[in-house]
């Protein structure tokens, strides 16, 4: 280092000053040389001053070994000594080699070169002893006391310079570390550091995560028993967890002593930049994230199709955690992701969501929230742990997610009912034009006859008054079908009807035209009276037999019974045919309703028995129908009121339905 340089030059430069100081003493004291001695005097101190010029100027001529200019030191003072009188104080000369060497060697070089100097007096003074003085003995212990007082100021000049060194070393550290800008950077310098700076022989981070532990960020070289705990291996806590802490390995005992007190404070200065630094992360994470979250649920709105609903949640939940997968808990399906299927089932099972889980299946950490009924969504973390700023992104990420696809959900089958109820619609009203023409042409055909049967009622004497009653039924009923949509039909024409006198009259019209045998029969005296519009009765007990003998055999009888309550007559039409399923009995009374035991081989429109219900209903009673099941016969009930209301003179509804306020029917 260029600062390297300049202090070894101005070290070179005040030892030139003090030898040369020592020089300038030295030619003081050669004017007190004898004669004899002068010569030699001047000789050495010439040779003493051309060698250390040469040192200083021309290095490459004469070694440059520090050690070696000292003990030159020494040569020359001893040389002198050896000279000049003692009682001329020759002994400076020495004190002059104790502060060069103190200066290159620091306390130790003092100490040496006090000792170097002590023996070198002493032999001057053994070589001179017949000219010894008593006081030419103190200047060993001056020479003594002059040593140790230079020793110790050097070692304190050099712990002064030490401490200087490693505060410096400290603050650069420091530095270093707070320039860090990410956790991992911040640990990595802390270890690097530890090594390169304060004597370490290796240096690692260590992260604990349950049970497991990991090292991470190694610096240095690794020693052979570094897996056994050692005090040459101690540790410092970065966090308040203890989950993370630095570790160093050091060759020897002493440089543990020394190192500890400053990496020890470097530590404690580290943890609140580590704390930062993870907030920092934290803080950037869960922006990232919210950034993220918020550009899928923008995406999430554009979405018009369930399947791209489920990939953008995925896609999404991939950026802010790592691999995910959508799960089907009920039968442990995975219906799409990148998540292994062994990870995502062990995070889900015994889980109830939103859920953090930790340390499951091989799984740092892992998030599994509610994405819709019946599905869930799981993510774990690939490169680091996740924290409840996940949980709740992820969460409001299901939420929202399975909220678009119940309403894409929705929204298709919407539109596929209305499709259905477009293609209803459509048969519908291709079924009513049909009918519609059916009915015109079974009225033009009615009309044609209808003069003609008027005309031999006319001339027939026999059952004259029944025909001419038929050709009023046939003319009525052929108004009601010439009528307008939505017109009401004519009001009732009330009349004392006996039942049994018009069902034993239906049953032999029924008779003589089917050779079917209808065996009429009552129940009591009577009498079976009931206030009613004639026609319209009779119209109901026709359809009744004439159902009965449709949907049966042509050997077998229809029976027909009457029975007399305190309020009200019941008739009965009986058939041993086909049947009804339980599931029709109350269908059949619909406007155009076809059992289905009739498989098409019977005629009709199914509308009979739907107008026998609009009858009975327009008299205030009521119509059902019962049966044991498909070839066991069925049974007709019609209940009408003895009395009528006075609503019964309201005309009769057009509709195929119950008229407001009627009572749905019942079996009995």
Not at 81 to 93: D, E, Q
Not at 506 to 511: L, P, Q, S, T, Y
């Amino acid at each position: 280092m260029h600062q390297d340089r300049v202090d070894t030059r101005d070290l070179e430069r005040a030892t030139l000053r003090i030898r040369l100081a020592n020089v300038a003493l030295g030619a003081t004291l050669l004017v007190l040389t004898p004669r004899s001695d002068a010569t030699a005097a001047g000789a050495v101190l010439l040779g003493y001053t051309a060698t250390i010029l040469i040192r200083r100027f021309a290095p490459a001529r004469l070694p440059t070994a520090p050690a070696l200019a000292v003990g030159l030191d020494v040569l020359y003072a001893l040389g002198l000594s050896l000279l000049v009188p003692l009682s001329a104080g020759t002994w400076a000369l020495y004190a002059f080699a104790i502060g060069t060497a103190a200066i290159q060697f620091g306390a130790i070089g003092a100490a040496v070169a006090t000792a170097a100097s002590i023996l070198a007096y002493d032999l001057v003074i053994a070589v001179r002893a017949e000219d010894l003085r008593p006081s030419d003995l103190w200047p060993v212990q001056l020479l003594l006391g002059i040593g140790v007082i230079v020793a110790e100021l050097m070692w304190g000049v050099t712990r002064g310079d030490v401490g200087r060194r490693r505060l410096r070393t400290f603050a650069l550290a420091q530095r270093d570390l707070i320039a860090a800008a990410t956790e991992d950077e911040l640990l990595d310098r802390l270890a690097d550091h530890a090594v390169r700076s304060f004597g370490a022989s290796s240096a690692w981070i260590e992260v604990r995560a349950g049970d497991a532990e990991t090292k991470l960020h190694r610096r240095g070289f690794v020693l052979s028993d570094e897996r056994a705990p050692s005090p040459l291996m101690p540790a410092w806590q970065l966090d308040d967890l203890g989950v993370t802490r630095l570790r160093c390995s050091f060759a020897d005992a002493q440089t543990v002593e020394a190192a500890e007190p400053v990496i020890r404070d470097l530590v404690v200065d580290t943890a609140p930049l580590l704390a930062a630094a993870r907030e920092r992360s934290a803080l950037s994470h869960a922006k990232a994230t919210l950034d993220r979250t918020l550009e899928g649920v923008r995406a999430l709105d554009r979405d018009r199709v369930a399947n791209a609903v489920l990939a953008e949640v995925l896609g999404v939940a991939t950026a802010i955690a790592g691999p995910a997968a959508l799960v089907r808990p009920a039968d442990g399906t995975i219906v799409a992701g990148d998540l292994g299927r062994r990870d995502a089932l062990a995070l889900v099972r015994d889980t109830t969501p939103p859920a953090l889980i930790r340390g499951r299946a091989n799984v740092r950490s892992g998030v599994v929230v509610s994405a819709g009924p019946g599905l869930l969504l799981v993510a774990v973390g690939a490169t680091r742990d996740l924290t409840d700023d996940d949980l709740h992104a992820l969460s409001l990420l299901g939420e929202i997610g399975a909220g678009a696809t119940a309403r894409i959900t929705e929204r298709d089958e919407y539109v596929d009912r209305g499709k259905a109820l477009e293609r209803q619609v459509a048969e519908v009203g291709e079924q009513l034009r049909a009918r519609d023409d059916a009915v015109a042409s079974a009225v033009h055909e009615l009309r044609t006859p209808l003069t003609s049967v008027h005309a031999y009622a006319q001339l027939t004497s026999r059952n004259l008054q029944a025909v001419q009653q038929q050709v009023k039924q046939l003319d009525r009923l052929i108004g009601d079908l010439l009528r307008s949509p939505g017109e009401p039909r004519s009001r009732l024409e009330l009349d004392d009807v006996d039942l049994l006198h018009e069902a034993k009259q239906a049953g032999r019209r029924v008779a003589l035209v089917s050779g079917r045998r209808v065996n009429v029969g009552a129940v009591g005296h009577g009498p079976f009276i009931v206030r009613a519009d004639r026609s319209r009765i009779e119209q109901v007990i026709d359809n009744l037999l004439g159902n009965a003998v449709k949907f049966s055999v042509p050997d077998q009888e229809v029976d027909v019974e009457l029975d007399r309550g305190e309020s009200e007559v019941v008739l009965a039409v009986t058939d041993h045919g086909s049947g009804i399923p339980g599931d029709e009995l109350e269908r059949v009374f619909e406007r155009y309703y076809r059992s289905t035991m009739e498989g098409g081989s019977v005629g009709g429109e199914g509308i009979g028995l739907a107008i026998a219900r609009e009858i009975v209903a327009a008299h205030s009673g009521r119509i059902w129908a019962t049966s044991d099941g498909p070839g066991t016969g069925s049974t007709f009930f019609v209940r009408l009121p003895i009395v009528q209301p006075d609503t019964v003179e309201q005309p009769l509804e057009s509709s195929g339905g119950r008229r407001s306020g009627e009572e749905a029917p019942h079996h009995a």
